[in-house]
Each structure stands twice: as structure tokens, then as C-alpha cells.
């Protein structure tokens, strides 16, 4: 048996259409940085292991020779009634843990972010007659003569 015309021709616009949404991935892979995307967060995750490495290890052991107990202020609650209360200490632990993460991606991030030098001068201004785009240096404007 031979293959129907109507078969080739449905595996062609198959073909084609298959081509097609590969060209649109390629397109949007490229145009819209997925790249960059998927390395930014592979990094981010390193970076996370890091700083949660920075701050169980160093930080929070420091933190915990400095307070009374060993971790017995995180189990700290305020009773409601009979049955139920608010854990106040858990919350406080949370937050404490919050905010020394936040200070040691930031001190990360300035290691790795240096600030860049400051822009350098423009090399032209407007001359206050005419408005014509002179060098800095200039002490004459060339489009109307005027002392600037």
C-alpha cells in the first residue's frame, strides 16, 4: 500500500507547525532573557545556602551564648484562656532570624555590587541665548556669537 496524498500532506503541515512553535520558544527563550532568568535563580539558590550557612553557623550561635537558655526564649508564650495562647517567643525568633538573613544578603550583596564611579561631566551645554549645543570649553557661542 502506498501513502494517501491526504497522509503526506497532514505530515507536512504537522512539520511545519512543529517548526513553528520551536521557532516561537527559540524567539521567546531569547527575547525574553529566559536564560538570564534560570542563572539568576540557580544563583540565588547558592547565595541562599550561603547566607542560611552564614547565619545558623556563625551568627546564631553568637546570638544564642548571648541570651538566657538554650533556644528556651523561642518556646516563650503568652496564655489566652485554659487551652490556648500566643507564641510570642516563636514570632520573636522568626523575626530575629528575618532580620540577620536580611543583614547578611546585604553585606553579600555589597561585597559582590561595588558601587560604580560617578558619571563624568557632560562635554557640552546650551548657550543661555540661543540654546545651540556648545562645548564646555567654550567661551563664545558659534550659532550667535554671544559671550557665554
Same mark, same amino acid.
Given at each position: 500500500?502506498?501513502?494517501?496524498?491526504?497522509?503526506? +500532506?497532514? &505530515?507536512?503541515?504537522?512539520?511545519?507547525?512543529? =517548526?513553528?512553535?520551536?521557532?516561537? !520558544?527559540?524567539? !521567546?527563550? #531569547?527575547?525574553?532573557?529566559?536564560?538570564?532568568?534560570?542563572?539568576?535563580?540557580?544563583?540565588?539558590?547558592? /547565595?541562599?545556602?550561603?547566607?542560611? *550557612?552564614? /547565619?545558623?553557623? /556563625?551568627?546564631?550561635?553568637?546570638?544564642?551564648?548571648?541570651?538566657?537558655?538554650?533556644? +528556651?526564649?523561642?518556646?516563650?508564650? !503568652?496564655?489566652? *484562656?485554659?487551652?490556648?495562647?500566643?507564641?510570642?517567643?516563636?514570632?520573636?525568633?522568626?523575626?530575629?532570624?528575618?532580620?540577620?538573613?536580611?543583614?547578611? #544578603?546585604?553585606? /553579600?550583596?555589597?561585597?559582590?555590587?561595588?558601587?560604580?564611579?560617578?558619571?563624568?561631566?557632560?562635554?557640552?551645554?546650551?548657550?543661555?541665548?540661543?540654546? +545651540?549645543?556648545?562645548? #564646555?570649553?567654550? =567661551?563664545?557661542? =558659534? &550659532?550667535?556669537?554671544?559671550? #557665554?
Amino acid at each position: 500500500m502506498q501513502g494517501s496524498p491526504i497522509g503526506v +500532506e497532514s &505530515a507536512k503541515k504537522a512539520s511545519q507547525a512543529a =517548526r513553528s512553535i520551536a521557532k516561537e !520558544f527559540r524567539d !521567546f527563550v #531569547v527575547k525574553q532573557n529566559v536564560v538570564a532568568l534560570a542563572a539568576g535563580v540557580v544563583i540565588g539558590g547558592a /547565595v541562599g545556602k550561603v547566607v542560611s *550557612g552564614i /547565619v545558623d553557623n /556563625v551568627i546564631m550561635p553568637v546570638i544564642g551564648a548571648l541570651l538566657p537558655g538554650q533556644n +528556651e526564649w523561642r518556646s516563650a508564650r !503568652f496564655p489566652i *484562656g485554659s487551652s490556648n495562647f500566643i507564641g510570642y517567643g516563636d514570632l520573636l525568633g522568626r523575626l530575629l532570624d528575618f532580620f540577620i538573613v536580611a543583614f547578611v #544578603v546585604f553585606l /553579600v550583596l555589597k561585597a559582590f555590587i561595588r558601587t560604580s564611579a560617578p558619571p563624568p561631566a557632560p562635554a557640552t551645554k546650551s548657550c543661555p541665548m540661543c540654546l +545651540e549645543t556648545i562645548p #564646555v570649553a567654550a =567661551r563664545r557661542c =558659534r &550659532a550667535c556669537a554671544s559671550d #557665554v
